[in-house]
Structure formats: structure tokens, C-alpha cells
């Protein structure tokens, strides 16, 4: 997709950080964003944001309080969207979050609220939205992340929603190419969001090592990189060059990245064994 001017663009968490970012560069394109999330009162100051980029007066922009976690809820509120603002013609699935820590520590109740945020929220958008999309075809982007190719230490129930999310993605991208649909995911790296600053809070040590070797994007950034990725339309779009290294050398030399974080690993817990 190369030109957004005139289009209808859904974002799920487009009240603030990447998808934010995402609405406000669709709107500055021309199209008529919809935005959803949990806080009105945030989406609220978020669709000011949003309308400031306006570039005509026939783009609509609309905001509509929504738990993508929630299925119900999710075909109800897509079902007003749909009767305000249009059929997407895109779709950004947004929503995440991660809250790190060790294994031992992560409950049932977390885990749980992971997958149902993190994966279940695109499949609950993209079941109601797909059928109707289908009529006139359109771009759907659901947002993992470098956790979701990597297992990362501090992330077992993030990796396993964010790996998810490729492999929900790339079943779909296969069924929908012949409705004219076409399915990407977007992989970023560390990014400096609010969700950014919340997930740094319970990060354990090791994790901190792991991560201490990437760069941290900003959200325009990473928005920028995924419409340019949409024009080209491929599958993967990974915003960085790091990230993009690390994506092939994962997928040819995994023992080789498995060596290097297993021993920045292991620096942080000889050092931690040695305080004591
Ligand atoms: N930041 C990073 O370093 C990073 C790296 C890799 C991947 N990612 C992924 O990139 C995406 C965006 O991350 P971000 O850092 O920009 O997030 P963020 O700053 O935390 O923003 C998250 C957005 O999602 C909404 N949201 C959260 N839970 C929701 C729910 N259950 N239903 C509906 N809306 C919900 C939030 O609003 P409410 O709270 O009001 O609902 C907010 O609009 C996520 O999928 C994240 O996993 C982030």
C-alpha cells in the first residue's frame, strides 16, 4: 500500500506511544484515523493530537474506549466504528504490553493476561474485522516484537504471546493474499514509550544485560519504519538495523546468539554470586 491519502485506518493502542506515533503519520498522509483503547480520558487528548495533523476536510478522526483483551466487547465497539467512520482499510494491531520478570515469578493470572492482551487482542479484531474487509481488501499490521523471534530471559509469558502473534500472522498473511489482504508484522526493538517505562521497572538483572547491547528507538521512528515497510509490503518489518541483524543471525546461527546472551547471562550472575 503506497498511498494512505483518503484511506480508513484502525489503530488499537493508538492513544500513546508507537501507536500514537502511527495515527498521527496516517493522519498527516491524509487518512481518516480511528483509534481505541482502554483510558478515555487519554484517548481523548490522544485524538487531539491526532486531528492536529489533518490535511483536508474530508478525513474523520474518531476515538472508541475498547479492551481488546475482551471479545464481546471488541465486536460490539468494532461494530459502532464500523457505523461511524467506515471499513478499515487498515488495521494496526497495537496493543501490547510486557511485564517482566523471573519464570518463578510469573503467576498463572499474568500469563494469562498476557496471551489475552498480547495475542488474543488481534485475533478478537481481526474476526470481526476480516469478513467485512474482505469486500475491498487492505493491509493488516499486528505488532509483535524482537521478543517475538527471540526468547528472551525475563519474557516467558511475553515471548510466548509475541511468537505467537508471527505465527497467527504469518497463517493469515498466506489465507488472506487471495482477498487482496496483505498481513505484516512489525518487530521493534526497545522503544521509549510509556509501556517502555513500566516494563523497565520490573526487569530483572540478566534481562537488563540482555537488552544493554541494543539501541532504544523513538515511537516516530519506529511508525515512519513501519509505513515505509507497508509501501514495500513485506512480511517482517523490523525498524533497526540491529534488529534486523539479530533477525538473521537467529535464523542462521541461533547456537551463535544462544552463546552470546548465555554469557552475558552468565557475567550478571557471577557478579551477583560474588556480592554475597
Ligand atoms: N516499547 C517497546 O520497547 C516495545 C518493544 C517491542 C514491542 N513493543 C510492542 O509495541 C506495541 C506498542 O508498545 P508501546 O510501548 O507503544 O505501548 P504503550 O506505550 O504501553 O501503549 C499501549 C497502548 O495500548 C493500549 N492498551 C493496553 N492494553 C489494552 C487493552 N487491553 N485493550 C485496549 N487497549 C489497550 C494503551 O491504552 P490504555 O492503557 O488506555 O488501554 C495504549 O494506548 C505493543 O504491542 C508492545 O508489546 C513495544
Redesign the pocket.
Known sequence: MKDFNGKVVYI?????????AAAKLFAAKGASVAV????KE??GQALEKISACCQGPGQKFSFFV????KQDEVNSVMQQAVAAIGVPDVLIN?????RPGYFRDISYAQFDETIK??LY?SWNTCSFLVPLMKAKGGYIVN?S???GFIGVFGYTDYCAA?FGVIGFSEALRSEMKQYGITVSVLC????D????V??NKTKPPETVAVSASSSIMQ?EAVAAAMLKGMEKGGFMIIPNADGKFTWIMKRLFPWLVDMVTDSQIKGVQKKAQSAK
Do not use: H, N, W, Y
Request: glycine share 16%; hydrophobic share 35%; with cysteine.
Open positions: 488499537t493502542g493508538g492513544s500513546q506511544g508507537m501507536g500514537l481505541f483503547a482502554r483510558r487519554v484517548l475498547m479492551d481488546v483483551s497495537c496493543v501490547g504490553r510486557a492482551i498480547d487482542g505488532v516484537s524482537m521478543c509475541k521493534p526493538p526497545d522503544t514509550t510509556p509501556g517502555f513500566e516494563e515511537p
